[in-house]
């Protein structure tokens, strides 16, 4: 089962991968950060009421930052 904790780490995957952006068209960062968000958002029902609400924060956050690279 997944928890915040998890969930914080794998942010932080998420947030040291964008820094290594070069603003491509598709690279390895990239495919790496579809893949660790998929997996949380697979999984986000395994996880309490309190969990889920601060995955949903975090995947916010990630879609902005995102969106900005």
């Known amino acids: 089962m997944m928890n915040v904790v998890d969930l914080k780490k ?3 995957q998420i947030l040291s991968l ?3 952006c070069k ?3 598709d690279c390895e960062a990239c495919d790496r950060v579809e893949e ?3 997996y949380v958002v697979e999984n986000i029902d395994k996880m309490s009421i309190e969990g889920q609400t601060e995955t949903r924060r975090i995947l916010n956050s990630i879609i902005e930052l995102r969106k900005e690279i």
Do not use: F, G, K, N
Request: hydrophobic content about 35%; overall charge negative; charged content about 35%.
């Open 23 to 25: 603003r491509c068209i």
């Open 18 to 20: 964008s820094e290594e």
């Open 10 to 12: 794998i942010y932080s």
């Open 36 to 38: 660790l968000i998929d």
